[in-house]
């Protein structure tokens, strides 16, 4: 039986050892036995290479279809909603897309259709309304962008924090995120808005 005390003196005499041995410990650049994970593909970890999957436009939302979501520290002059028919959830490259309508106290919509990777914290607007009832697709390509916190697109980051992209929710699906969307509140009454 090893005593607990000797365990370090153990550990170090087997790091003097594989010095004698010219080992990678002490092996330096050029020797046969220099390993530097920047410079060669490590063969313990397996490629992944994440790739977007293609998807088409739904179709232009209709009143019927909206779900109105909280925004912390909200403009008054704005209401929130996703279109539910538009939300999906692809497991393969983990977006959640969807229609979002921000609608002004006069009537007036704002809506695009977005995606969202909650691995990187990033969006990306694949169309706009264009106040004709249709999705039309912006003419340069869309990127990914980080969400951030700024006061006209926040409710991006609400939905991140509070539907999305929510820790608690396990094997996120379409129909976990409308429940959470239509019927989870804690966090909201928490943040201190109603």
Known sequence: ???LLALPALLLAGVLQAAENNSPINASKGDANFYNPHDSVNPNVEEYVWEEQETGLPPY???DNLIEFQVTRPNAAFRY????DSLSYNP????VRYTVVIRSQRGA????FEGMR???SEYKTYAFGNGKGELVQPRRKPEWKPILKDSY???RNDLYDFYFCNIHVLDLSRDKIIAELKYRRPEVLESGFH
Not at 92 to 95: P, Q
Not at 109 to 112: H, K, L, Q, R, T
Request: aromatic residues 8%; negative net charge.
């Open 81 to 84: 909603y996703i279109d539910a």
């Open 61 to 63: 939302p209709e009143d």
């Open 153 to 155: 697109t926040r409710y």
């Open 109 to 112: 919509s704002n809506v695009a």
């Open 1 to 3: 039986m090893v005593c």
């Open 92 to 95: 393969k490259d983990g977006i």
């Open 118 to 120: 909650c691995t990187t």
